[in-house]
């Protein structure tokens, strides 16, 4: 059985002007299904880009991107649109629920586009937010909910749809650090209960969380393997730039 | 997602502001109101007309004898005696004279003044009351005696209300009044209906310059057939002249055919320059979809993130921008309903000689909310392309 998702030397470039940017330069790896991977690098290692083309809102320049044996790169923009709907759940930084609609109506959102009928759509939203523990506050909308509680109504919208892979986009980003390791504890028990989760972060200590790191820098791997091994937290000979770059 | 989804969505999206809806709307609203107002203002001028030409008898077809492309000539015995032969159709005839030449009464002359040469029947024909006096009569036909009657604006106007027994001279030749009529019109006036003299047709025809009678009212049993009526006349004044030019034979109905097509083309045109104002409102609609697009950008980012594809993003546009549209249709012809009434209201005691009911057509209400409707899709089409198209990364990033 091949890999859920595969990349073979992804490239992606833009143009900036008269330079052409190497946002991401030949990246290859595998992600098995039941993974939790953590990819992580500063801004403007190419880890936005991976992930865009993994959530398949963005296809590759060059190389291959398979996603459950499928190549994502010469589909049309209605079947990304499908693929994204059936295939992924995203969970995002800024939460990006609706701020119009109840939970459960944001909820909704990607079963109402996969055409679930509105029944078997009202069972499955609330199962679902009953999941994160938020089944009181079926009817709240957004505003009225604490950050952490939107994030995690955030995670129930991307569980709904039952996707194959969950694709979590700084997810902790802006939470204070308690909440923030409430939602990576929840990221850890779907990977328990076998989801793939995929976390992109720039955050160290929480990219450790993961069971394996792929750790990018100016559009390359450095990195793939371990979480708990010392190199994927720290690349030698690597770690004094940074500091340059910091000061 | 469905189409009652969509159209689910859109009502709660305008329900979520509805000031700016409203002012979105307004244009609409006034386009549709003001189309409909006209229309209903057009079809009451249209029932005052034929309420009006009723009066005047629509059950009358007039001839006229020209005489051109023929040698033959038509008598008033023939004539008569046509329509003793159609009697199933026809029921009476008066020749009528029009003269020529002013009205004198007294020392003042009268340019204004319509004076026809009628038959003793013609009054009642026509509907014609006499209040004072006598009207005219078989002997004065025979005769052909020098008597009139006149209209009530001469009577009130030259002879103080007093007119019988009175004299006026038509070109020269004195006539002495036996009759005066009722009110005709809505109000006295020089040159109105109520301004006219009526004399025997024998002795205006003698006084005229050619002698002859060369004109005739005649009356039909059934209004409903009256154009089969005139199909006879024609037919039987064809055999006469045996040329269709020496002739001509019109009708009241086709009078009031023509005012109300007149009436209905300034109405076309009023209702059009009222319904540029609801294509300003469609641009005013389109103006708000593409700010709210702008304003949405993230929503649709999101939207597109979980798998809304181009299309169910381009359907929900649409349908907010058709459904705002729509609902300002229909505050429209509420709004357009309500000043109906209030104008009939306000016509019937400004101008109580012409009551006017405004009274909106159904016609014009479909297509008024049609037009709104459809107004809203053309407009709100270049928007929800416009949202349609956005990329989901930036439109994600936006802020």
């Known amino acids: 059985m091949g890999a859920l998702i595969e990349f073979q030397e992804v490239c992606k470039y833009y143009q900036m002007g008269d330079t052409t940017v190497k946002a991401a330069d030949h990246i290859s790896f595998q992600i098995q299904k039941g993974e939790f991977v953590a990819i992580v690098g500063q801004s403007g290692s190419g880890k936005s880009t991976c992930m865009n083309i993994i959530g398949c809102l963005d296809v590759p320049t060059a190389g291959i991107y398979l996603l459950d044996g499928q190549g994502v790169g010469q589909m049309d923009k209605d079947q990304l649109a499908a693929i994204r709907n059936r295939m992924l759940g995203f969970i995002f930084q800024q939460y990006n629920l609706l701020p119009k609609l109840t939970l459960q109506e944001n909820v909704e959102v990607p079963l109402m586009y996969a055409g679930v009928p509105k029944g078997e759509r009202h069972e499955r939203s609330r199962l679902a937010l009953e999941m994160v523990g938020l089944g009181d506050k079926l009817r709240n909308k957004p505003s009225q909910l604490s950050g952490g509680q939107q994030q995690r109504a955030s995670i129930a919208r991307a569980l709904a749809g039952d996707p194959a892979v969950i694709l979590a986009d700084e997810p902790t980003g802006a939470l204070d650090s308690h909440t923030g390791r409430e939602v990576l504890t929840m990221l850890q028990q779907l990977h328990a209960a076998g989801n793939t989760v995929v976390l992109i972060t720039h955050d160290n200590s929480i990219a450790v969380q993961a069971q394996r790191i792929i750790r990018l820098e100016d559009g390359r791997v450095i990195y793939d393997g371990d979480a708990t091994a010392p190199e994927a937290v720290v690349t030698p000979g690597r770690a004094g730039r940074w500091k340059e770059a910091d000061a | 997602m469905s189409l009652a989804e969509t159209f689910q969505l859109a009502v709660q999206n305008i329900l979520s502001s509805k000031m700016r809806t409203f002012l979105t709307m307004l244009g609409i609203i006034i386009g549709v109101c003001a189309v409909i107002v006209i229309v209903g203002l057009g079809n009451g001028m249209q029932g005052y007309i034929e309420d009006s030409f009723a009066d005047m008898g629509t059950d009358s077809l ?46 003042s002359t009268l340019s204004a003044t319509a004076v026809t040469g009628v038959s003793e029947d013609y009054f009642s024909m026509k509907g014609y009351e006499i209040t004072q006096g006598r009207g005219l009569q078989y002997t004065d036909m025979t005769g052909r005696k020098k008597v009139c009657v006149v209209g009530q604006y001469l009577n009130q106007y030259y002879y103080g209300g007093a007119a019988v027994g009175q004299t006026l001279k038509v070109g020269g030749t004195t006539f002495t009044i036996v009759g005066v009529m009722a009110m005709k019109g809505t109000g006295l006036e020089e040159g109105g209906t109520d301004d006219c003299v009526f004399v025997p047709y024998s002795t205006a025809a003698r006084l005229s310059f050619t002698g002859t009678v060369n004109s005739y009212t005649l009356t039909v049993l059934d209004t409903d057939r009256i154009d089969e009526a005139k199909t006879t006349l024609e037919n039987a004044l064809y055999a006469i002249f045996e040329d269709d030019d020496a002739y001509t034979v019109g009708s009241m109905s086709e009078m009031v055919d023509e005012m109300n097509s007149m009436v209905n083309m300034i109405i076309c045109i009023l209702a059009g320059i009222a ?94 909310f049609g037009v709104s409707a459809g107004i809203g899709i053309a407009f709100g089409y270049l928007p929800a392309k416009k949202a349609a198209v956005l990329n989901p990364i930036d439109a994600l990033r936006y802020d």
């Not at chain 2, 007039?62 to 046509?82: D, H, K, N």
């Not at chain 2, 101008?351 to 009911?357: E, G, N, S, V, Y």
């Open chain 2, 62 to 107: 007039t001839v006229s004898i020209m005489g051109r492309g023929s040698s033959r000539s038509v008598s008033e015995e023939e004539m008569y005696q046509l329509v003793a032969d159609n009697s199933d159709t026809f029921s009476r005839i008066s020749p009528t004279v029009a003269m020529t030449g002013s009205v004198k009464i007294g020392s």
């Open chain 2, 275 to 368: 319904a540029i104002s609801l294509v300003v409102g469609g641009i005013g609609i389109m103006n708000i979809m593409l700010v709210s697009v702008t304003e949405r950008t993230r929503e649709i980012g999101i939207r597109k993130a979980l798998g809304a594809r181009e299309s169910a993003i381009m359907r929900q546009f649409v349908i907010e921008a058709a459904t705002t549209s729509a609902l300002g249709g229909v505050l429209g012809i509420i709004l357009g309903f309500g000043l109906s009434a209030v104008a009939t209201t306000v016509i019937a005691s400004v101008m109580p000689d012409t009551p006017i009911t405004v009274s909106p057509s159904v016609a014009a209400v479909l297509i008024a």
